[in-house]
């Protein structure tokens, strides 16, 4: 057993869920140390019939019962569920929160006695390959052991430096699973235009981004310039598409749209 505390999971929607399918078969935690909270009892009783967890009636019972606690509710739901209850963290208590859009300065703000962690998963985490961010206030080195025991059996989990650095996380692997949908959708029309049924097209393509990423992935030691390279002979048919990717500015429109996504973010923390 990696983690010897019992947590305590506040909104058990699609992200609580996936943590808790993960720490649960990967066995980092018992079902008995995983407690859990919900604004209405649907989610809740799901989560008790799957994994064994226990389920808790309401937030001020779950912030008693558990050392860690895990805020798993949207943004514009944090302030109804923390507010009314924050006295009533302990003293050191952690408190790790998957808001997407509020800071920790924010959360400091509103639980000033406790130690807090940002985290930051993205949906491959449902199936283990997740790329997860996290950012400790201070240093704290056995929150980040509790956060990297918690947070591993769902994929490659790593620190950040900064807000700042978190943002550029939230972005490219947690938005940005969202952008290489947007991607792959391209590829599918454009194939489906020669010819191919919808079910063929959309294997096509997922075979392709699933191939390009795990040669990528196994090859660590060749940079991705190289591994290009060896798919484009000079003047052949890749070289022309990269060429006019290139006229085209697919770079510059890509990185317009992580911008724009970037300051969406920074209005939501306000
Ligand atoms: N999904 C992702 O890929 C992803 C990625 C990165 C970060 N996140 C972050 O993870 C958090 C959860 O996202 P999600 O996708 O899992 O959302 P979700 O499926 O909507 O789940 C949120 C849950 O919180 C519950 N809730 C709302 N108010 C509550 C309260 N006062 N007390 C207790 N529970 C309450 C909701 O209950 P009801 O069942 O009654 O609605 C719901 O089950 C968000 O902050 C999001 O920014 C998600």
């Known amino acids: 057993m990696a983690v010897p505390y019992k947590i305590g999971f506040m909104g058990m929607g699609n992200m609580a869920q996936t943590i808790v399918k993960g720490l649960v078969e990967s066995k980092t935690l018992s079902p008995s140390q995983i407690f859990a909270s919900n604004r209405t009892p649907g989610k809740l009783v799901k989560a008790v019939d799957l994994w064994g967890i226990k389920s808790l009636p309401n937030n001020e019972e779950l912030v008693e019962a558990c050392e860690i606690v895990i805020l798993a509710m949207k943004p514009q739901d944090f302030a109804v569920a923390i507010d009314p209850i924050a006295s009533l963290f302990y003293e050191k208590q952690i408190v790790i929160s998957l808001a997407a859009g509020i800071t920790t300065a924010a959360l400091q703000k509103k639980l ?142 890509l990185r317009y749209s992580f911008e724009k996504a970037a300051l969406r973010n920074q209005e939501l923390a306000k």
């Open 112 to 253: 000033p006695q406790c130690r807090i962690a940002r985290v930051i998963p993205n949906t491959p985490s449902t199936i283990n390959r997740g790329v997860i961010g996290y950012l400790v206030d201070e240093i704290d080195l056995g929150l980040e052991i509790v956060v990297e025991d918690l947070f591993k059996p769902l994929g490659f989990v790593l620190p950040t430096e900064d807000e700042d650095q978190l943002e550029g996380l939230l972005i490219s692997c947690s938005s940005g699973t969202g952008f290489v949908f947007e991607l792959m959708t391209y590829f599918q029309d454009w194939v489906e235009e020669r010819g191919f049924d919808p079910i063929t097209a959309r294997k096509m393509v997922v075979e392709t981004f699933a191939g390009a990423s795990l040669l990528a992935s196994q090859q660590r030691e060749t940079s991705l310039e190289d591994l290009q390279s060896k798919v484009t002979s000079k003047k052949g048919v890749t070289a022309a598409g990269l060429e006019s990717m290139r006229e085209l500015e697919v770079e510059r429109l």
